[in-house]
């Protein structure tokens, strides 16, 4: 399901599996009265970045934004696959208990009565089933996420809930991983709660440059991980971990993509020098020339950004 309605999987081509068209950590909309969102000028910002990814062949982009951040904002994304040509897959779901609405839901649950797990359902359903707020935008994949050190009882509630809609509705899901430490927590929670595995990207594996731990979370049969932080941010060496991963045959269980921010929103600044290139042609120009000069094929890399988000969103073997 894309913002614009339901594509064959068979026709998203390259895909960007983890990027964010607008964002802004919780919190931002206390700065509304001095830098309000401007959806025009957002408009125009992410279709120049649209324009410079096509030109690299991407024909899809997951906008990875959870419910509890700025800057999800599904007609912004509709208007921009309409007049970009570009599939846009929008997500349901929530970032990690202390940086996303953990204070909101647990007040909820604790002093209104309310039930955490029926009610993140009954929104994520919603979102999938209906739409994003009203819009008639519809969620295409599912977002979860965990902080530093381990799963929170109330992230443990979202995965709950989660792995509930993606049976029932059969839409994949991705993670937020913020430790380089808790994948195999993340995959040991799915598979307790019986969720299918290959509809199952654990993300942010950038954040770890030690190859054992992706390789202890490919023991586990059917995750993808994602590799979705390329960016001048991350360390060479897990960059390098791609290509040994790659090399070790482990190219079908792989995603890459940026975690690129188009347009942040909140009041303007200047980033420091190192966000410099933090752009989504960084795969194109920078990583994916270098996999070529380690030996991986032409073939494998249309395997990782094409063959594997077809089967990850439910396409044939
Ligand atoms: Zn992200």
Known sequence: MTVTGPVPVNRLGVALMHEHFTFAYPGWFADDSLSPYNRDAAETACLGVLEDVKKFGVQTIVDATAADVGGRDPVLLKNLSEKSGVHIIAATGLFPESVGAGNYYKWQSTMRGRNLEEDLYELFSTEINVGIRGSGVKAGILKVATGDPGITEYEATVFTAAVRVAKETGVSIITHTEAATVGP?????????????????????????????ALSQLEMPGFYLGFDRVNPL????????????????????LMISHDCIFVWLGRPGKFAPQFSGWYPDYLFKKLI???????????????????NPRRFFGGEQ
């Open 234 to 253: 991350m360390s060479a060496a897990s960059e390098d971990n791609i290509v040994s991963l790659v090399m070790r045959g482990f190219g079908d269980r």
């Open 185 to 213: 927590a993340q995959q040991e929670l799915f598979l307790k709660l019986g969720a299918n595995p290959e509809r199952i990207m654990i993300g942010h594996q950038n954040n770890s440059e030690i190859i054992d731990y």
């Open 289 to 307: 020339p270098k996999m070529k000069a380690a030996g991986v094929t032409d073939e494998q890399i249309r395997g990782i950004l094409v063959d």
